[in-house]
C-alpha cells in the first residue's frame, strides 16, 4: 500500500502537542510496517530526523502554510495537485485539515473543537477559517481520529456525525518524563527559580488555557499563605493576551511569576518533575499531554473538572472549576499543606499514566488505517 500524509508540522524544535502526536506515531507506524511505503508532505525544508525509516519518501510542496489564505492554497492546490498525481490508497492528516477535491480515502485526525465552543480565543481570520472548513473536513472523512472519547462525542454532536466512524486514539507521554533526582530537583531549583519551591503550569499561554484564572489564584495564595513558593509558566509565550499582560503587570507578586518560553523536552522533564504541583486549569482541553506527563514524573496535579480532563487524570487528580478561581487558590491550599493528599495523588498518578503510552497511540491509529484499507479492498 501507497499511503500519504500531511507531516507539515513536524518541525526541528518547534513541535507542539499536535506535532508530538504526528511524531510518536508515524515514528513508529513507519518502522513496524516495512511492508507499505509512505509518502510524508512538508511546506518546507525538514530535518532528516523526521525521515523514521527507509520505506518513506519526502516531498516538500510550496508554499508554507502558515496563514489561512496559505492553508487553503496548500490544500486545495499544491497537495491536491499532488496527491492526484500520486495516486495513494489512502490519506492521513494528523492536524485534521483535507483537500476538499480528492477522492481518495483521507484520515483527519480532529484532536477537538476549542475553535468552535471558543472561538473568541481565536484571531478572526483564523477561528473564520476553521468553523467554516472543518465541518467539510469532518463530512469528507473516510474515518475520524480524535484523541478522547470527550472528542468523540462532541465531533459527533457539532457536526451530526455518526460516531461509529470516529475512533478514540488517546494520547501519550514521552518516556523522559520520569521521576527526578533530589539532586535535580535541587539543582533544578537553583538554575532556574532561586531555589524555591513552585506550582507549575506547562503549555502555550493560550487563553483557553485560563492562565488570568491561574494568576489571580496564585496572587491570593501569597497574600493568604505568605508563602514564597513561585508560579512558573512553562512554554511558548506566543499567545500571551493583553488581559494577561495587564494582569501581571498589576500583580503585587508578579516577581515570583515566571514565563519561561519554549524550552527543550529535557529541560521541561526537569521543570514538570521538580515541581511541588501542576496546576492545569484549563476551560477547554481535547486531552492535556501536561496532565499525564506530570503524573509519570510523580507530580500531583490540580486540574479541571471540564472537557476531557477528567478522563485523562481519573482519580488520580484534584479538581477545581476553571470558572471559579476561588477553587483553584482553596486547592492550591490544600495540595501544599496536606502531605497524605500530595503521596495520594502521586501513587495514583503512576497508576493512571500506565492506561497512556505512544505505543498504544501508534498501534490503535494503524488499527484506524487498516479498517479503511480493509473497506476498500
Same mark, same amino acid.
Given at each position: 500500500?501507497? $499511503? ?10 518547534? +513541535? ?15 518502522? /513496524? ?9 512538508? /511546506?518546507? #525544508?525538514? !530535518? ?8 518513506? &519518501? ?5 508554499? #508554507? ?27 492521513? !492528516? ?16 480532529? @484532536? ?32 475520524? $481520529? ?18 461509529? +466512524? ?23 531549583? *537553583? ?14 499561554? @493560550?487563553?483557553?488555557?485560563? =492562565?488570568?484564572?491561574?494568576? #489571580? ?10 508563602? /514564597? ?10 499567545? =500571551? ?5 495587564? *494582569?501581571?503587570? @498589576? ?15 529535557? /529541560? ?5 518533575? !521538580?515541581? &511541588? ?5 484549563? @476551560?477547554?482541553? %481535547? ?35 476553571? %470558572?471559579?478561581?476561588? &477553587? =483553584? ?31 498504544? &497511540? ?14 476498500? !479492498?
Amino acid at each position: 500500500m501507497l $499511503i500519504a500524509v500531511n507531516t507539515r508540522l513536524l518541525i526541528k524544535n518547534r +513541535i507542539d502537542g499536535t506535532g508530538w502526536f504526528i511524531n510518536e506515531t508515524l515514528k513508529r507506524i513507519t518502522r /513496524d510496517h516495512p511492508e507499505h511505503k509512505f509518502v510524508f508532505f512538508f /511546506d518546507r #525544508q525538514f !530535518s532528516n530526523d523526521f525521515i523514521f525509516s527507509d520505506n518513506i &519518501t519526502a516531498r516538500v510542496i510550496h508554499p #508554507q502554510a502558515r496563514h489561512p489564505f496559505l492553508w487553503y492554497w496548500w490544500f486545495e492546490y499544491s497537495l491536491t495537485r499532488a496527491l492526484k498525481k500520486l495516486k495513494p490508497d489512502i490519506f492521513i !492528516s494528523p492536524d485534521g485539515f483535507l483537500p476538499l477535491s480528492i477522492k481518495i480515502p483521507c484520515i483527519p485526525v480532529i @484532536h477537538d473543537l476549542n475553535f468552535f465552543h471558543r472561538p473568541n480565543d481565536l484571531p478572526r481570520m483564523v477561528r473564520n477559517y476553521y468553523n467554516r472548513y472543518f465541518p467539510k473536513f469532518a463530512e469528507k472523512a473516510t474515518r475520524i $481520529i480524535t484523541v478522547s472519547e470527550y472528542s468523540r462525542k462532541d465531533i459527533a454532536e457539532s457536526y451530526d456525525i455518526d460516531t461509529d +466512524i470516529i475512533d478514540v486514539v488517546y494520547n501519550g507521554a514521552d518516556k523522559i518524563f520520569k521521576p527526578a533526582t533530589e539532586i535535580e530537583k535541587n539543582e533544578t531549583k *537553583k538554575r532556574f527559580f532561586s531555589g524555591k519551591d513552585y506550582f507549575v503550569y506547562a503549555g502555550s499561554l @493560550h487563553p483557553r488555557k485560563n =492562565i488570568s484564572a491561574l494568576l #489571580q489564584a496564585f496572587e491570593d495564595f501569597k497574600k493568604e499563605t505568605g508563602s /514564597d513558593m513561585k508560579l512558573v509558566l512553562a512554554g511558548e509565550t506566543l499567545f =500571551i493576551t493583553p488581559g494577561m499582560k495587564k *494582569k501581571l503587570k @498589576h500583580m503585587n507578586y508578579s516577581n515570583d511569576v515566571i514565563l519561561t518560553g519554549r524550552v527543550s523536552t529535557e /529541560d521541561m522533564r526537569l521543570i514538570i518533575s !521538580s515541581a &511541588t504541583v501542576m496546576t492545569f486549569v484549563s @476551560h477547554y482541553e %481535547g486531552f492535556g499531554i501536561p496532565v499525564l506527563e506530570s503524573m509519570q514524573c510523580g507530580v500531583p496535579v490540580i486540574a479541571s473538572n471540564v472537557t476531557s480532563i477528567p478522563e485523562v487524570a481519573g482519580v488520580a487528580a484534584l479538581y477545581i472549576n476553571p %470558572g471559579k478561581p476561588e &477553587t =483553584i487558590l482553596e486547592a492550591m491550599k490544600k495540595i501544599t499543606k496536606d502531605i497524605k493528599l500530595r503521596e495520594n495523588l502521586i501513587k495514583k498518578g503512576f497508576v493512571q499514566s500506565r492506561n497512556f503510552s505512544w505505543e498504544k &497511540t501508534a498501534k490503535a491509529l494503524w488499527n484506524s488505517v487498516e479498517k479503511v484499507l480493509s473497506c476498500e !479492498s
